[in-house]
């Protein structure tokens, strides 16, 4: 007999382990030698197997179909042919179709048997067998399922001179400890090893949650799982009505396994179960069989977390990378209702502070887009996410509802065919009755993903360096607090202390840093320990003195961005108080310009009241007619003197920046600050800064420190129309505008030199 598992192609946004899928080819190879001469033939293990990224933007796994074809040589009474989820029945794949037609050519009267050889653990499609054998007339039959009692009958049945024809379905072993090792030891298992090499140096990614180091082989302890949930494939040969079930093998055959995986040499072993701890004893039978066997474990599918306890925990701490767990919601009616999962998500919540205080890397799995599932419940799904991740560090993966053929999800979903079902899961949304649009569901994930990434990426920390300042903005958010600047011993500490923590990205502001007779020194101390770039916020008036310009603009500093309030002199005097700021800044401008070394990137910045929103467009051709191609539009925060009297009406102010962006949009770079996103629909990528207010640390001039979108977040409310926002994961609401300033901060000597944190 030949046995062969072919090569396949993923997309880029691929779901699973396809690396690892060639476990039922190597699993049925071992079950038929006790009744036939086998040749296994896999294309992972075989001279040049890698991964190469195709023209048509997928990547093959393993080596061409020729080579497959070349490899199974010799006289074989039957041939049976993998194929896997990601071969995307019941549509033709072509590598598939490739080594099929290689073999029937090499073959013309060879039977071929076309099989998905299920195992357990990854998604299963459920594809009609008549529409499988019509993608794929060169093979005689298609056997679904488990195919370890079947295959030996058809051999039985060919001896007899019966070949196999048409649709057929497999039978479940009747006890998985009856089923030999898969049959590692036919093939070349470092050609192998090389290949899953190749994989993940190919994929970019990095060593994953789930890393493949040394010697990795795949293995099953249980097939199924008991329990229903809607979006699950699991079980896929039960008939209807009849219940899942869960096959676990004993602690005694998980030992000789595991040992004998690791006889073979492995070092690593994935456990491909799709629920491993529905029964905590099978866990800890099985982690006494690796720790016997010395081996590593990977769990790529997520455990459920009101199995584990933590001594599990602590056992599995050191055993795997990542703890993986699925809880598909944050909202518990969606569990209950919608999803079935029957779990609460209190039990996340604990498992999740256990494996934080453990150091244990943990990885949660959620899905939006549910048939019946609301946008408030979305959110709070993110909601939730987003607070494992903030307080214990739990990675979220939040991913698609994807209605597999054969799962509750399917059978309540009106669908089109897709052509891969890998990508749904990560980029496109299927459409499903009685779901959130598409659409609406991408603007979900674009947003939880970018405020993730706001919350890992480069941190920033905004210094306010003085309180004096020699304008008297209408505005200011500081102009109530008593006008000293910091002290310059502690500030240095301040800056040690942050760079020491990685921050490399650093903000000078006030009051008007300008007035500070240390600038200088901060800006060449802040380079020297490291940071990699330092602006500064100036309203540039100063700079009309040509040296101290080209003093500043070659301080260090990597960019500097000019407050200018009116595109004419009256307008910006009535907002910052000073009747001849409006010239000191601009020639301020012109002289930083002319002064400022080749990669100091300048700009302008404007904060939006009632007396100049109706200039935004003015100042924005002010903005290039200086030279510069930086303009920053920034709504009022709602503190110090910012208040109703001075705020515009912030829709009319919205409209009036969006026309800035239509008309100069493609000339500079434009930035909205401080402005939810629902008052600029379509504008989204202008306002996408706030979002990087999660990775903003702001130190005031007493050496009070902030997390910058805690600070602002704190003036900032939910209204109604919050709740089903997809944007309402990283926005804090609506600012609320007193018409009373807050009291004025009273800053005292002995508060500037308060020891800094280290």
Not at 58 to 86: C, K, N, Q, S
Not at 402 to 409: E, N, V, Y
Not at 713 to 731: L, M
Request: glycine share 8%; proline share 7%.
């Amino acid at each position: 007999m030949l046995v062969v598992h072919p090569p396949v192609s993923v997309a880029r946004d691929f779901i699973d382990y396809p690396a690892m899928s060639d476990l039922g080819a190597v699993q049925l190879a071992a079950v038929l030698e006790a009744d036939a001469d086998v040749t296994l033939v896999d294309a992972f293990a075989l001279p040049g197997a890698g991964l190469h990224w195709r023209d048509d933007g997928r990547a093959r796994l393993g080596v061409e179909p020729d080579a497959v074809v070349a490899a199974a040589h010799g006289e074989h009474a039957l041939a049976v042919v993998a194929i896997t989820p990601f071969h995307r029945p019941p549509l033709r794949d072509d590598l598939l179709g490739q080594t099929l037609a290689g073999l029937r050519a090499a073959a013309p009267t060879r039977p071929i048997v076309l099989a998905d050889l299920y195992q357990s653990g990854q998604h299963y499609v459920a594809a009609p067998a008549t529409a499988i054998l019509a993608a794929y007339p060169e093979a005689d039959a298609y056997l679904a399922h488990e195919a370890e009692r079947t295959l030996p009958e058809l051999l039985a049945a060919l001896r007899r001179g019966t070949p196999p024809r048409g649709p057929l379905r497999g039978r479940r072993p009747e006890s998985l400890d009856a089923l030999p090792l898969p049959a590692w030891d036919r093939i070349d298992l470092r050609a192998r090893d090389a290949f899953l090499a190749a994989v993940v140096a190919g994929l970019g990614r990095g060593a994953g949650a789930f890393p493949i180091r040394g010697r990795t082989l795949p293995w099953i302890s249980a097939r199924g799982c008991p329990y229903d949930c809607a979006h699950c494939s699991s079980n896929p040969d039960r008939g209807e009505g009849e219940a899942k079930t869960q096959r676990r093998s004993s602690p005694a055959s998980m030992h000789a396994q595991l040992g004998a995986l690791r006889a073979l040499g492995a070092q690593c072993v994935h456990v491909l179960d799709e629920m491993v701890n529905v029964h905590p004893q099978h866990l800890a039978a099985l982690l006494d069989a690796a720790e016997g066997a010395g081996l590593r474990l990977e769990f790529p599918n997520g455990m459920r977390a009101d199995h584990l306890d933590d001594a599990t925990l602590v056992r599995l701490l050191g055993r795997i990378t990542t703890l993986s767990v699925s809880a598909e919601s944050g909202s518990q009616r969606v569990l209950d209702e919608v999803v079935g999962k029957r779990l609460r998500t209190d039990a996340i919540e604990r498992v999740a502070a256990a494996a934080h205080r453990l150091g244990l890397p943990m990885l949660v799995h959620f899905i939006i887009g549910m048939p019946g599932e609301r946008a408030t419940e979305i959110n709070e799904t993110l909601a939730f996410a987003l607070s494992l991740f903030d307080r214990f560090d739990a990675h979220p993966a939040v991913q698609f509802a994807t209605p597999l053929p054969g799962t509750r999800l399917a059978r309540a979903s009106r669908l089109p065919q897709v052509d891969d079902w890998g990508p749904r899961f990560q980029t496109e949304p299927t459409p499903l009755h009685d779901a959130v649009d598409p659409a609406m569901l991408q603007r979900f994930k674009a947003t939880f993903e970018a405020r993730l990434r706001s919350s890992t990426g480069p941190q920033k920390l905004i210094l306010n360096a003085t309180y004096v300042c020699n304008n008297h903005c209408t505005f200011c958010a500081v102009g109530t607090r008593t006008q000293v600047d910091g002290d310059p011993t502690r500030q240095r500490e301040v800056l040690a202390a942050h760079r020491r923590r990685g921050v490399e990205l650093l903000d000078i502001d006030g009051g008007e840093p300008t007035m500070n007779p240390e600038l200088f020194a901060l800006i060449r101390y802040a380079r020297a320990l490291g940071y990699r770039r330092v602006n500064v916020t100036t309203n540039g008036r100063l700079c009309a003195y040509p040296e101290f310009a080209a003093r500043l603009a070659g301080s260090g500093v990597t960019s500097l961005l000019f407050s200018l309030h009116g595109a004419d002199a009256r307008t910006h005097a009535a907002q910052v108080g000073v009747a001849e700021a409006f010239e000191q800044t601009v020639a301020g401008i012109r002289n930083c310009l002319a002064a400022a070394p080749p990669g100091v990137e300048l700009g302008m910045n404007t904060t939006v009241t009632k007396g100049n929103f109706e200039q935004l467009p003015q100042l924005a051709a002010l903005c290039l007619s200086l030279g510069l191609r930086w303009f920053n539009i920034q709504f009022l925060t709602p503190f110090g003197r910012a208040t109703r009297m001075v705020a515009p009406d912030t829709a009319t102010a919205a409209r009036v920046a969006m026309d800035v962006i239509d008309r100069f949009g493609d000339q500079m770079k434009i930035q909205i600050i401080n402005l939810p996103f629902c008052f600029m629909p379509g504008y989204e990528r202008y306002l996408a800064g706030d979002l990087d207010k999660r990775a903003r640390q702001m130190v005031f001039v007493n050496n009070d420190g902030v997390n910058l979108a805690e600070y602002l977040a704190a003036r900032r409310v939910r209204k109604p129309v919050c709740g089903s926002c997809p944007h309402a994961c990283f926005c804090a609401g609506f600012y609320e505008l007193d018409d009373v300033p807050e009291p004025p901060w009273q800053v005292r000597a002995e508060d500037l030199r308060r020891p800094v944190a280290p």
